[in-house]
């Protein structure tokens, strides 16, 4: 194998072969934050889109007066509310309808044994009447869900449909 001499010295780089590296470092520089920028912006341009689509089918879920109506008994029909649960699901593509009391506990979910198990009810700002759009738990995944509250005949929040 050939070794360089003990006194040899590397070459340097010209002038022109320094600005060439520069100029290679400044571009992965740019395409690194322009990959980075243009990734973040999906993201949150896909988050936007998809939590309005989600949060208008919850509100058309809140609003249909039967889910009002059933919400407000002690004991909801839950055949009936599941079955507009299914549809919104299905219709949507959505991963989850949930349908609570006003405290969070499902009355209508994706898996029936979980009847009267809280969902995550995100920055609980629902609990106030408001509607909200976020990232939540969702059956040990993180989900982005929309959250509407049921309003009954008096005013009061009856319940809550959540749409992930």
């Keep these: 194998m050939w070794s360089p001499a003990a006194g040899a010295r590397r070459p340097r780089l010209t002038l022109a072969g320094q600005f060439l590296v520069l100029q290679l470092s400044v571009l992965v520089m740019v395409l690194g934050v322009a990959g980075f920028v243009t990734l973040q912006q999906t993201e949150t341009s896909f988050r936007e889109e998809r939590g309005s689509r989600l949060r208008q089918a919850a509100e058309s879920l809140a609003n249909t007066a039967v889910v009002r109506d059933e919400l407000q008994q002690?004991?909801?029909?839950?055949?009936?509310?599941?079955?507009?649960?299914?549809?919104?699901?299905?219709?949507?593509?959505?991963d989850a309808v949930y349908l609570t009391d006003a405290d969070g506990r499902q009355v209508i979910g994706p898996d029936p044994t979980l009847v009267d198990d809280r969902i995550d009810l995100g920055?609980?700002?629902?609990?106030?009447?408001?509607?909200w759009t976020g990232d939540v738990d969702e059956r040990d995944r993180h989900s982005l869900a929309a959250l509407v509250p049921v309003v009954g005949d008096d005013g009061a929040l009856v319940g809550i449909v959540m749409v992930a």
Excluded at 74 to 94: C, K
Excluded at 123 to 131: A, E, H, P, Y
């Design 74 to 94: 002690r004991y909801p029909a839950t055949e009936a509310l599941a079955s507009y649960a299914t549809e919104v699901q299905n219709r949507l593509g959505a």
């Design 123 to 131: 920055d609980r700002s629902i609990l106030r009447g408001r509607v």
